[in-house]
Each structure stands twice: as structure tokens, then as C-alpha cells.
């Protein structure tokens, strides 16, 4: 079982939508949640974190976690061509050094 | 601020050919380093990371090697590339856990290797 799971899409949504990604993780250790954003061919770019369970709020983007749930997930409101990027969820363990990424889901903004 | 850089940024190599990536980072001390590689639609895969010069973790056992001859410069290596070894390579840098925010990892701009 992989350590994180994301669905890979592509996701594809007229602009204005909600869009809502997600990704699940076995280890109920894991503290640090983030999502980056990457273009295509650039590397990939923090876009939000939370730390432990909760929601975090900026802008148009909600990162929301549910450690009993093993579950966490990125919202976009009124989503934009812009977004159109794919999204990566990722991991860490408190004290330790290493990273654990999801697969990537692709969202498409369509004008 | 910190920068990033790596290079080259695409390359096109045969089979059975060298390879040598480097990576080098600005405006920080003793960063964890690391090399991802990320397949065409997939997600990263943590190849090897670093906490310090010389010391460096392999996540995926594999043709490729890791040095840290500086502090802030990571090379990835091969002495015979093959056909799976093609994908966007990533290099990334992290403050150490217990120097500062542990939740950023930033990353370079990357390097698109094709071996044919």
C-alpha cells in the first residue's frame, strides 16, 4: 500500500466551479499537510499547509484535514483557467526528513 | 532569499551513456537536499536525499548515485543510463527539522531527460 494515494484525474471543470481534490495516507503519524501546485514543466510550488487537523483558509484555496479519517483535501473557489495545473498532496512526519507526495491530479479550467 | 538552480535543463542522452545533474542552492546553510524524479503523469519519487556533506540516503535502489561535495551542491549521477531512467528530475531543498518551518520544501526548476 502506498503511503499516500491521490486519484490522478484529469479533472476537467468550467471556470467558476468549485473544485474540490483529495487524497488519503495510511500513516497516522504524518503532522505536516501541504499542497503544491505545479505547471506543466516547472517544478512543483507550495501552495498551502496545515498542520495537524483542521482547515486553513487563503484566498480562494481551503486545505482542510482529517486526521481520524486519514483523509485531506484542497478546495478552489470560483476557479480559474489559471489553476489549471496539477496538484500534489504531500506529507511529513515531524521530526524527520523525508517528504511523501501523492501522485498528482491534473485540473483543467476550461473558459 | 533562496534560489534554487539546476541544470541543464533538458538533455538528451543515449543508452549506456554518463549522466551528471547538478543542483546548487543560495542563501541557506546546511539544507537538507534531495533528488525526485518524476515520471511523464506521475508523482515524485524520492531518489535520494541528503542531511550534509557526504551523507546521503538512496530511496530506490537503481543505476543512479548521489554525492554532496559542498553544502549547497547535489549531483546526480550514472555511469550507464537506460531507457527507464528518462523523466523530469527535481532537485529540492528543506530547512532541517528543528531550524525553522519544516512543512516547505522548495524546489528547482527541474531537468527533462530523454535517454534514446
Known amino acids: 500500500q502506498k503511503e499516500v494515494e491521490q486519484d490522478p484525474g484529469p479533472l476537467s471543470v468550467p471556470e467558476g466551479a468549485i473544485v474540490s481534490l483529495n487524497c488519503t495516507y495510511s500513516n497516522s503519524a504524518f503532522q505536516y499537510f501541504m499542497w503544491y501546485r505545479q505547471y506543466s514543466r516547472k517544478g512543483p510550488e507550495l501552495l498551502m499547509y496545515?498542520?495537524?487537523?483542521g482547515n486553513k483558509e487563503d484566498g480562494r484555496f481551503t486545505a482542510q484535514v482529517d486526521k481520524s479519517s486519514k483523509y485531506i483535501s484542497l478546495f478552489i473557489r470560483d476557479s480559474q483557467p489559471s489553476d489549471s495545473a496539477t496538484y500534489l498532496c504531500?506529507?511529513?512526519?515531524?521530526?524527520?526528513?523525508?517528504?511523501?507526495f501523492g501522485s498528482g491530479t491534473k485540473l483543467n479550467v476550461k473558459p | 532569499s533562496q534560489t534554487i538552480h539546476q541544470w541543464p535543463a533538458t538533455l538528451v542522452q543515449p543508452v549506456g551513456s554518463p549522466l551528471s545533474l547538478e543542483c546548487t542552492v543560495e542563501?541557506?546553510?546546511?539544507?537538507?537536499l534531495y533528488w525526485y524524479r518524476q515520471a511523464a503523469g506521475r508523482g515524485l519519487q524520492l531518489l535520494f536525499y541528503?542531511?550534509?556533506?557526504?551523507?546521503i540516503s538512496s530511496e530506490v535502489p537503481q543505476n543512479l548515485s548521489a554525492s554532496r561535495p559542498q553544502d549547497r551542491q547535489f549531483i546526480l549521477s550514472s555511469k550507464k543510463l537506460l531507457l527507464s531512467d528518462s523523466g523530469f528530475y527535481l532537485c529540492?531543498?528543506?530547512?532541517?527539522?528543528?531550524?525553522?518551518?519544516?512543512?516547505?520544501?522548495?524546489f528547482g526548476p527541474g531537468t527533462r531527460l530523454t535517454v534514446t
Open positions: 541528503s542531511v550534509g556533506i557526504g551523507q
Open positions: 529540492a531543498w528543506s530547512v532541517p527539522p528543528g531550524q525553522g518551518p519544516t512543512y516547505e520544501q522548495y
Open positions: 542563501g541557506t546553510s546546511n539544507p537538507n
Open positions: 504531500a506529507m511529513r512526519l515531524g521530526n524527520f526528513n523525508k517528504f511523501y
Open positions: 496545515t498542520y495537524s487537523s
